[in-house]
């Protein structure tokens, strides 16, 4: 079983800048996929990036040129850098990691004001 734990959302300007974080622990294997989906409200939960253990990574067209995603292996934690916030960022940020098992984290609240 892995555990996944959400940290950084909170409230901010549009134009600003928020660092999320996502510790794991647990059993977790090499060669995860670790990333992070959010959920607006009214909406469907959508993919924003993703990265391989390798340091390959993915994002959403969205938040191309704005989001960065990284990871420490070493420490089982992922990183979301977001800049140039839009209010449209303001979501229920996930933590996920998959492996032969999907893990999802609670949860952290984004909410950008205009």
């Known amino acids: 079983q892995v555990q996944l734990v959400e940290s950084g959302g909170g409230l901010v300007r549009a134009g600003g800048s928020l660092l999320l974080s996502c510790a794991a622990s647990?059993?977790?294997?090499?060669?995860?996929?670790m990333g992070w989906y959010r959920q607006a409200p009214g909406k469907q939960r959508e993919f924003v990036a993703q990265i391989t253990s390798g340091g390959r990574s993915n994002l959403a067209d969205s938040v191309k040129g704005r989001f960065t995603i990284s990871r420490d292996n070493a420490k089982n934690m992922v990183y979301l850098q977001m800049t140039m916030l839009k209010p449209e960022d303001t979501a229920v940020y996930y933590c996920?990691?998959?492996?032969?098992?999907?893990?999802w984290g609670q949860g952290t609240q984004v909410t950008v004001s205009s």
């Open positions: 647990g059993s977790i294997y090499s060669g995860n996929l």
């Open positions: 996920t990691l998959r492996d032969s098992s999907w893990y």
